[in-house]
């Protein structure tokens, strides 16, 4: 996977930090938990390490690796 060749600015990674606290105790509230593995990726992505749809990526990719790819009809419903 191809990384982030433009480093972010300290403004965009307090962004991202911000959205990974806030993602972590919205899934405490349902109690759910990001596995260590999803931690490093969404950590590589406040770092700057990779970009929005890198990180996408990385997502789908450890989701279809863990749960198989996802069946989709014509009209975008399961």
Request: charged share 30%.
């Amino acid at each position: 996977m191809a990384t982030t060749s433009t480093p972010i600015s300290a403004e965009e990674r307090a962004k991202r930090e911000q959205a990974l606290v806030a993602t972590i105790a919205h899934l405490r509230i349902e109690n759910l938990h990001l596995d260590n593995e999803l931690k490093r990726t969404f950590q590589r992505h406040v770092d700057g390490e990779i970009g929005d749809e890198e990180l996408a990526a990385a997502i789908d990719e450890l989701n279809e690796r863990r749960f198989g790819p996802l069946p989709v009809s014509g009209n975008g419903r399961p």
